[in-house]
């Protein structure tokens, strides 16, 4: 017997569960799950119910609550028997949980990975399309984890999935927290929806359960009230658990002391911008609990590969830098921004290629278009998952916000907006391609459609550029 909660994919013998979504309601649908086969109907408010021999109906009081147990319980409870770390926030969720498996996995055990990046574990790859896979999804792709031999997994928490009970049924063992900055308000309407959103995570953690919270954060602060497992701290501007002092960046990455328990340790990395820090730190500190020794973690630091449309930058010997980067919220933008120009040596011109997603927070848009004034010298405007906005409209609310007479222009055709910033590059300039990172797809007026991603079209940019200049 299958679990099924789209009444279309039904099939004979499956249990279909009548979920109340924010767009439709799933007790609408159960006749047709009837007609197509289902044997088992889950529901929770009343609702006509077919009169058909061989199917049972069950009403229980949450069928979200009741499709975790279902789907755990298929999977023979995966998480019960993996070390389980989650990571929610704004931004950095990406960063923090991929750097986990891996650290984790080269020295203490295999550790999956599920996340925006997709789902891998060393040599494997797993199908899941959302940040936050949904019930059923999730929880068969820990138990494939489990069976190819995972130890353990990190996973990032979206706020949509713990809305949405996704991880109701994921056991974990430790929950890290980021930041919360302006994000999804379309959807959660302020900020202190937001919050309590992402509260949900420690509000039902196991009183063993590690929670590791950026304490610069005003909203972390607010996480200790209400946390219900081990609280412990990061911070660079006040006393933690564990903090950093000493920074010093350069072009080649940063250093700085970790300091915890009293002990100082000498960190350098490859890593570049203050937010990277702060990653550094909460992997640095989740790892300790967990058992790793510290001073393997933070050797660990030393050089860390790119992490998919992260930081990504393209070398091919030019003598201007190109940065792929999934920046997209303002704060991510004001504080990338920020350090490029005040922090990063040796910069000329600094020249952005982004857009904004449609159909989401718009507020944002007149925002990202003042930072790019106050820190650039020349930006392209391009489509961005406008989804059924025109991109042209995005763009120029984006051009709102800007300061009059700031140098920028659009070029619809994303490709084609890198391809321009990377030619007008000169030596010592710096292109920042921001927004979609290693994302494969774009989500248009009509529908999504592949995107090679922004890290290939920066590449193919540069080497299309050397080919010309031979």
Known sequence: MNLCIDSRKVQEGDMFFCIDGSALDGHDFAEQAVDNGAKVIIYEHDMPMKDQEGVIYIKVPSTLDALNEAAASLNGWPSKHLTMFGVTGTNGKSSISY???????????????????????????????????DIIPLQRTLEEMRRDGAEAASIEVSSHGLI????????????????????????????????QAKSLFFRNLKPTAVAMVNIDDPYGKRIEELCTGKFMS????QPADYMAKDIVYSPEGMSFTLVHEGKEYPVTTNLQVTYNLYNLLAVAGTLDQAGLNLEDVIREFEYIPSIPGRMDEIRFGQDYR?????????????????????????IKRIITVSGAPGKRDAGNREIFGHYFSQYCDYSILTEEDCRDEAPKKVADEIAAGMKDGYPHEYIENRAEAIQAAVDMAQPGDIV???????????????????????????????????EREK
């Open 99 to 133: 750097l986990i498996s891996k650290i984790y996995t080269k020295y203490k055990g295999e550790c999956g990975y599920l996340g925006t990046i997709g789902g891998q574990m060393e040599g494997k790859k797993y199908d899941v399309p959302l940040t936050t896979p």
């Open 164 to 195: 949405q009970k996704r991880v109701g049924a994921v056991d974990f063992d430790y929950a890290i927290f980021t930041n919360l900055t302006r994000e999804h308000l379309d959807y959660f309407k302020n900020m202190e929806n937001y919050f």
């Open 234 to 237: 990061y911070a660079i501007e």
């Open 322 to 346: 190109v940065i792929v980067d999934y920046a997209h919220t303002d704060d991510s933008y004001n504080k990338l921004l920020h350090y490029v120009r005040h922090d990063l040596p040796g």
């Open 432 to 466: 920042l391609v921001l927004g979609k990172g290693a994302e494969k797809y774009l989500d248009g007026t009509t529908g999504k459609r592949y995107w090679e991603g922004d890290d290939v079209s920066a590449r193919k940019a540069v080497q299309n550029r050397l």
